[in-house]
């Protein structure tokens, strides 16, 4: 049977070509086959042909199977194309059974409202435990985590809005928000954003707030995270990553956190946490401003009181 290309699919890389009922979809990114009869997909039969990439994959199909789901969900709706990006379509060894799927839906034109924030025509994919949301007009993305650990990221754009984007969809990866790009202005905000809360953390630390000085001084640690990994992606000239690296090493700088926390304890920390975080920014390659000495004045007045 011929299968169908829309023109916006032939725009970018990764289309799956569509799947209808009794018709075997046949998968060029993973080589995957699926046999779909009355609505319900033949396991026997999935995955097949399974040489070359498809072979590699063998072991992870719950992508692939997860996107003939869609097709066939999509084939009652105003829906032009499902297309396939980030790892499941890389070409690269990036997609493991821990890779989530990353999904654009071409909706029809003017027709990306009804597939978009509503998200209850994906029940088929499974019941949903977890949701997060963000607004791309005409559409935007949602985050689904599956009861059974998949996660998906559906993309609702329309076909007007597909082939202006085409070039950023073609380069898609796990980070659905962004465009890989990293920016040395993040280290300055961290920076600022750290500092506000060890000052916070500080003074509740003092009048012996304990729950909030707590939860204050716990999250400079992923302050310190945040910024290490900008200094990671700055070193690589990338946000996408997959497995180890080299500046994994900079979680060694963390420092421990008290079991049952007392106010001099949070004090304790937040001065770790500085010392962490001067640590981490020594690794970038033009570190920020990290003006620690408005904290540590604070820091001494309440070790003195």
């Known amino acids: 049977m011929a299968r169908r290309q829309q023109p916006v699919a032939r725009l970018l890389r990764g289309v799956f070509p569509p799947c209808t009922y009794r018709e075997t979809c046949a998968n060029p990114v993973s080589g995957f086959d699926f046999l779909f009869t009355q609505g319900q997909r ?4 999935c995955p097949m042909n399974m040489t ?10 719950w992508q692939d199977a997860t996107v003939c789901d869609l097709r066939v969900i999509a084939a009652g709706l105003p829906i032009d194309d499902v297309i396939v990006v980030g790892s499941t379509a890389d070409e690269s060894d990036r997609l493991d059974a821990w890779s989530d799927l990353d999904v654009v839906v071409v909706a ?29 007009p005409p559409g935007g993305t949602s985050r689904l985590l599956l009861i059974d ?9 329309d076909t007007v809005a597909a082939a202006e984007r085409r070039a950023e969809l073609a380069d898609f990866s796990s980070t659905a928000d962004t465009d890989g790009t990293v920016d040395t202005a993040d280290l300055d905000q961290i920076a600022n954003d750290l500092l506000f809360d060890a000052a916070l953390a500080t003074v509740k630390a003092a009048r012996g707030e304990r729950l909030i ?21 700055l070193a690589e000239r990338t946000a996408h990553h ?11 700088l963390l420092p421990d956190v008290p079991a049952a926390p007392r106010p001099d304890d949070v004090l304790h920390l937040v001065g770790r946490s500085l010392d962490c975080f001067a640590g981490v920014i020594a690794a970038a390659p033009s570190p920020p401003a990290f003006p620690r000495q ?10 003195a009181r």
């Open 42 to 45: 033949d396991v026997t039969r």
């Open 52 to 61: 070359g990439k498809g072979a590699r994959r063998a072991s992870v199909p």
């Open 108 to 136: 029809k034109a003017d027709t990306a409202d009804t597939l978009w924030p509503d998200v209850s025509w994906l029940a088929g994919l499974g019941d949903v435990a977890a949701l997060s949301q963000s607004a791309r």
């Open 149 to 157: 650990g998949r996660r998906v990221d559906v993309i609702v754009t």
């Open 213 to 233: 000085s707590t939860h204050l001084a716990i999250g400079l640690l992923q302050r310190c995270l945040e910024a290490a990994m900008v200094v990671r992606d």
């Open 242 to 252: 997959t497995g180890p690296r080299r500046h994994d090493a900079l979680a060694d």
């Open 294 to 303: 408005a904290v540590d004045v604070l820091l001494a007045r309440a070790g």
